[in-house]
């Protein structure tokens, strides 16, 4: 599976963006979607998940980001609201995908670039 992510840019604080990551391939009910972010010097962070509709978020995105997926478009997105410049960082999708005996397999996306001026 490959990932591309886009969406990203330059948006004032306050401002909304959308993030999508595509798949090469199909997306299948039992993966898990992730969005992370990660910031020069920091460790990637784990912003949103989503797993067969059950969704988390990290505490500094609560209320104002909100994970989706869309399995027939092989595709899911993470809608940004109230952007803080705190939310300035990379961003990369990933995905998760079961196999058998208790196995998985993890894809990465290239990244994204978030900039929320002040």
């Known amino acids: 599976v490959q990932l591309q992510a886009s969406g990203g840019g330059l948006v004032q604080a306050g401002g909304s963006l959308r993030l999508s990551c595509a798949a090469s391939g199909s997306i299948f009910a039992s993966d898990t979607l992730d969005w992370y972010r990660q910031t020069p010097g920091k460790q990637r962070e784990l912003v949103a998940s989503?797993?067969?509709?059950?969704?988390k978020y990290a505490d500094s995105v609560k209320g104002r980001f909100t994970i989706s997926r869309d399995d027939y478009k092989a595709a899911f997105y993470l809608q940004m609201d109230s952007l803080q410049p705190e939310d300035t960082a990379v961003y990369y999708c990933?995905?998760?995908?079961?196999?058998?005996?208790?196995?998985?397999?993890?894809?990465w996306g290239q990244g994204t670039q978030v900039t929320v001026s002040s």
């Open positions: 989503i797993t067969r509709g059950a969704t």
């Open positions: 990933h995905l998760i995908r079961p196999g058998y005996w208790g196995s998985r397999s993890e894809y």
